[in-house]
């Protein structure tokens, strides 16, 4: 009875795992933003421009910004990508918590927080080049899909 509560267990684990990065990383290891990075600057970001009413100078400024940030996102991303790997391999090796698996964890969950700060920050910065109500409108689309989990709604396109 016993070993057939661990296999359960076991089972448990790696559904949970499966699911907490799969839904999180896309094949590819990059999140959306950098994905919408491949198109051009404008391209990606016309929206911004008409749904905000940008003048030509902010829309300038937040592309230049974007433009800046894309390097950092994608490395974030292929960080995250293999944290969330490594948590993967530990998974399939361990049936139960383990130093591994918490260690693994750590791992994963610092990069997720770092790329959760760092998009926060860019996020600022990018409604700080905007008029004043543009700035907050765009804090407002923006934000509660940051905080709900930056890198979960950037990928979930799967």
């Not at 990508?81 to 361990?94: N, T, Y």
């Not at 409108?137 to 989990?149: G, I, K, P």
Request: charged share 25%.
């Amino acid at each position: 009875m016993k070993a057939g509560w661990s296999i359960l267990l076991g089972a448990l684990l790696l559904l949970v795992a499966g699911i907490l990065i799969g839904s999180k990383i896309q094949p590819n290891g990059m999140c959306s933003t950098c994905e919408m990075a491949s198109l051009r600057t404008g391209d990606a970001l016309a929206w911004m421009q008409k749904d905000l009413q940008l003048t030509d100078q902010e829309y300038g400024k937040v592309c230049a910004l974007h433009d800046a940030y894309m390097p950092n996102c994608k490395a974030l991303c292929q960080k995250l990508d293999k944290c969330a790997r490594d948590l993967s391999d530990v998974f399939e090796r361990e049936l139960k918590s383990s130093a591994a698996t918490e260690a693994a964890f750590r791992d994963y969950e610092a990069v997720r927080s770092e790329c959760q700060r760092q998009s926060m920050q860019h996020v600022l910065e990018t409604a700080a080049v905007m008029n004043p109500e543009a700035g907050r409108r765009f804090m407002r689309e923006v934000l509660h899909n940051l905080l709900l989990s930056e890198h979960q709604n950037h990928v979930d396109s799967n």
